[in-house]
């Protein structure tokens, strides 16, 4: 079985694989990013190299990707190749998140690497450079397509899965995913922790007494819930509720 994880960027997906790769036993402790298929990824390889990669690989297998409901950005051909690829032998899980902790996330993340990055609530009013089909949406604008899009999907090969939901009902999560995938969980359930610098010896003592797995995430920040508060000012807040406050209704965060 092949498990594609996809989720607009800081939501939550290398927590996700994490969990699913270290509860459940015949899952492949590696994964593949599938947007390296993407014409304009540093690593780009093509159907043929993945189909070579994903060959090697025994078990269950992870694909990671933050391509949309509708496959962009990637081209036609591609597009195609994956959605045979998941129809064949697949199941999608989509993780999301309350979007205002997406954007303070994805800014601190992107600051790390850009220079002039401006301040935060201009950059949520920056054009969305993630995704060619969608290049004319700000970076609200485009989260909220990218959420609203697989959050509409009715197939049943499709589980979404709230960020919140798996930091505070960890239990519950596992046993829907668990029930999604047809897969039992390990009888020692292993959570996944994000570290930093501060109290290293205090953190790793904790893991190896509770079973606690690192994250695997890329640079990751804070990982908790309503870190938002610390960052959005009245107008920030008004800017997103315009552009996005129909879906965060949908979803439950207002």
Same mark, same amino acid.
């Given at each position: 079985?092949?498990?594609?994880?996809?989720?607009?960027?800081?939501?939550?997906?290398?927590?996700?694989?994490?969990?699913?790769?270290?509860?459940?036993?015949?899952?492949?402790?590696?994964?593949?990013?599938?947007?390296?298929?993407?014409?304009?990824?540093?690593?780009?390889?093509?159907?043929?190299?993945?189909?070579?990669?994903?060959?090697?690989?025994?078990?269950?297998?992870?694909?990671?990707?933050?391509?949309?409901?509708?496959?962009?950005?990637?081209?036609?051909?591609?597009?195609?190749?994956?959605?045979?690829?998941?129809?064949?032998?697949?199941?999608?899980?989509?993780?999301?998140?309350?979007?205002?902790? #997406?954007? #303070?996330?994805?800014?601190?993340?992107?600051?790390?690497?850009?220079?002039?990055?401006?301040?935060?609530?201009?950059?949520?009013?920056?054009?969305?450079?993630?995704?060619?089909?969608?290049?004319?949406?700000?970076?609200?604008?485009?989260?909220?397509?990218?959420?609203?899009?697989?959050?509409?999907?009715?197939?049943?090969?499709?589980?979404?899965?709230?960020?919140?939901?798996?930091?505070?009902?960890?239990?519950?999560?596992?046993?829907?995913?668990?029930?999604?995938?047809?897969?039992?969980?390990?009888?020692?359930?292993?959570?996944? #922790?994000?570290?930093?610098?501060?109290?290293?010896?205090?953190?790793?003592?904790?893991?190896?007494?509770?079973?606690?797995?690192?994250?695997?995430?890329?640079?990751?920040?804070?990982?908790?819930?309503?870190?938002?508060?610390?960052?959005?000012?009245?107008?920030?807040?008004?800017?997103?509720?315009?552009?996005?406050?129909?879906?965060?209704?949908?979803?439950?965060?207002?």
């Amino acid at each position: 079985m092949l498990i594609l994880i996809c989720s607009h960027r800081r939501s939550g997906t290398h927590w996700l694989i994490d969990v699913i790769r270290h509860n459940f036993p015949g899952v492949n402790k590696n994964f593949i990013n599938i947007d390296r298929l993407m014409e304009e990824h540093k690593e780009r390889i093509s159907i043929y190299e993945l189909e070579e990669m994903i060959g090697k690989e025994a078990g269950h297998l992870i694909l990671k990707s933050h391509m949309t409901s509708d496959f962009t950005p990637f081209l036609e051909e591609k597009k195609n190749f994956i959605r045979d690829l998941i129809d064949r032998d697949g199941k999608i899980i989509y993780v999301y998140r309350d979007g205002r902790d #997406v954007m #303070v996330s994805l800014y601190f993340y992107m600051k790390r690497f850009t220079d002039n990055l401006p301040e935060f609530p201009d950059f949520m009013r920056m054009q969305n450079d993630f995704d060619q089909f969608y290049c004319k949406l700000n970076r609200v604008e485009y989260w909220k397509r990218h959420v609203w899009g697989w959050i509409d999907q009715k197939d049943s090969n499709v589980l979404k899965i709230s960020y919140e939901k798996l930091y505070i009902n960890f239990t519950e999560c596992l046993n829907e995913l668990s029930a999604f995938l047809n897969l039992q969980t390990n009888k020692k359930v292993k959570k996944i #922790v994000f570290y930093n610098k501060k109290k290293r010896f205090d953190k790793i003592k904790y893991r190896l007494l509770h079973g606690e797995v690192k994250s695997s995430a890329i640079l990751p920040r804070k990982g908790i819930v309503g870190d938002w508060k610390n960052h959005f000012s009245d107008s920030a807040l008004e800017f997103f509720k315009d552009n996005a406050g129909d879906l965060m209704e949908k979803l439950g965060y207002y």
